[in-house]
């Protein structure tokens, strides 16, 4: 089993739309749970970062993390064509954890 | 905002040819990373290092080795390209265990 499971796509969605995007995740240790945004032919930025369970947002970004299931997610509402990328989901864990594990990423699209 | 910068965006080298790529943060980070990123595969680390003249071996460094003789600058040695080496290469760079990473703009390596 994967560490990280993160459905590929592409998803594609009318402006407006809400999407959801979702990442499961097999080791229990991990504790920092990250999503970067990446444009076509450009390096990953973040754009979410979340400590343990709960939720966060950010305008219309929403991160949820449910450390009982293994699932975090993303939520983006009043989708805008802007927001086609890629979507990678990453994780890490507590004290003595170096290094990101990642998602291999979801293609959006949001159609105008 | 840090900046990490990779020296050239677009690379068409030979087979046989021995490539450098270099990548330099601006942020005084400790810690430094070499990614390749590949459709269906996603992030594979290459190389990561936590301070200067130090480096580890990440999940696929056959055929690579790394550099880091100041604390700015980490570099990715590919000892003789391989057509199998063509790729997108990503420098990242953090300040501590505890936040995500930053990324460069990428290096579309063209190995013929």
């Known amino acids: 089993q994967k560490e990280v499971e993160q459905d590929p796509g592409p998803l594609s969605v009318p402006e407006g739309a809400i999407v959801s995007l979702n990442c499961t995740y097999s080791n229990s240790a991990f504790q920092y749970f990250m999503w970067y945004r990446q444009y076509s032919r450009k390096g990953p930025e973040l754009l979410m970062y979340?400590?343990?369970?709960g939720n966060k947002e950010d305008g219309r970004f929403t991160a949820q993390v449910d450390k009982s299931s293994k699932y975090i997610s993303l939520f983006i509402r009043d989708s805008q064509p802007s927001d086609s990328a890629t979507y990678l989901c990453?994780?890490?864990?507590?004290?003595?954890?170096?290094?990101?594990?990642f998602g291999k990423g979801t293609k959006l699209s949001v159609i105008p | 905002d840090v900046k990490v910068t990779q020296s050239s965006r677009y690379l068409v080298k030979r087979t046989g040819e021995k490539v450098f790529l270099e990548c330099v943060q601006d942020m005084d980070h400790e810690n430094m990373f070499w990614y390749r990123q590949d459709p269906g595969l996603g992030l594979r680390l290459i190389y990561f290092s936590y301070d200067v003249k130090m480096k580890e071996k990440g999940d696929i460094p056959e055929g690579y080795s790394v550099s880091r003789e100041k604390k700015e600058r980490f570099s990715l040695i590919l000892e003789s390209a391989s057509t199998n080496q063509t790729s997108m290469y990503l420098c990242?760079?953090?300040?501590?265990?505890?936040?995500?990473?930053?990324f460069g703009s990428g290096t579309r390596l063209t190995v013929v």
């Open positions: 990453a994780m890490r864990g507590g004290a003595g954890s170096y290094q990101l594990t």
């Open positions: 979340t400590y343990s369970s």
């Open positions: 990242a760079s953090s300040h501590d265990r505890w936040y995500g990473y930053t």
